[in-house]
């Protein structure tokens, strides 16, 4: 209820972002290349490739605005995590509220993060609760960005991986919009 609240009924004059992390993105490299699209037939690649390596993508979707803060981080650490919360916090003017809602990962419940909570008193952490990580609404961000460019993109490096990302979220800044949630009462149904 406190997170759906967040999204329907935001705090005036606060700020709300789901963040979370996608972990273990991989930089494959095709060792065979794209064939691209014909009449009559789909694109197709070979399924061989060579790994680069692994990436984390940190982000946090405005609520607001359906715009998203990102950085990618070569580990998947509580101290990578502070480091993003300070980013998103720089990103808000000086004076608001702001609500973070997350999962229940043991990084985002570290002293680490406690200590940056006590020195951000104007920063809230909603937690989903657990197994309910589809109410945080950056997954559904996280499931856009694996099937426009994770899925079947072409990585030379992870330097190259982490650039496409950061590519694709100036891209799709540009037209960002909030996503709107309803709900529906299935219990009180006319019969």
């Given at each position: 209820?406190?997170?759906?609240?967040?999204?329907?009924?935001?705090?005036?004059?606060?700020?709300?972002?789901?963040?979370?992390?996608?972990?273990?993105?991989?930089?494959?490299?095709?060792?065979?290349?794209?064939?691209?699209?014909?009449?009559?037939?789909?694109?197709?690649?070979?399924?061989?490739?060579?790994?680069?390596?692994?990436?984390?993508?940190?982000?946090?979707?405005?609520?607001?605005?359906?715009?998203?803060?990102?950085?990618?981080?070569?580990?998947?650490?509580?101290?990578?995590?502070?480091?993003?919360?300070?980013?998103?916090?720089?990103?808000?003017?000086?004076?608001?509220?702001?609500?973070?809602?997350?999962?229940?990962?043991?990084?985002?419940?570290?002293?680490a993060v406690e200590a940056f909570l006590r020195e951000h008193p104007r920063v809230r952490l909603h937690f989903t609760p657990t197994y309910s990580s589809w109410l945080n609404q950056v997954e559904?961000?996280?499931?856009?960005?694996?099937?426009?460019?994770?899925?079947?993109?072409?990585?030379?490096?992870?330097?190259?991986?982490?650039?496409?990302?950061?590519?694709?979220?100036?891209?799709?800044?540009?037209?960002?919009?909030?996503?709107?949630?309803?709900?529906?009462?299935?219990?009180?149904?006319?019969?």
């Amino acid at each position: 209820a406190d997170i759906i609240g967040l999204y329907l009924r935001p705090p005036a004059h606060a700020a709300v972002f789901c963040v979370d992390e996608k972990s273990a993105i991989q930089a494959l490299d095709r060792l065979d290349p794209v064939l691209p699209l014909s009449p009559g037939r789909a694109e197709r690649h070979g399924f061989e490739y060579f790994r680069h390596g692994t990436l984390s993508l940190y982000a946090a979707l405005n609520t607001a605005s359906g715009e998203v803060l990102g950085k990618t981080a070569n580990r998947h650490t509580s101290a990578e995590f502070v480091v993003f919360l300070q980013e998103v916090v720089a990103s808000v003017e000086a004076g608001r509220q702001i609500h973070i809602i997350a999962d229940n990962l043991s990084t985002h419940k570290t002293k680490a993060v406690e200590a940056f909570l006590r020195e951000h008193p104007r920063v809230r952490l909603h937690f989903t609760p657990t197994y309910s990580s589809w109410l945080n609404q950056v997954e559904i961000w996280f499931s856009k960005i694996q099937r426009d460019i994770i899925a079947r993109g072409v990585f030379e490096s992870r330097a190259d991986l982490a650039r496409k990302i950061m590519r694709y979220i100036r891209h799709y800044n540009k037209a960002a919009v909030p996503f709107r949630w309803s709900y529906q009462n299935t219990a009180k149904r006319i019969r």
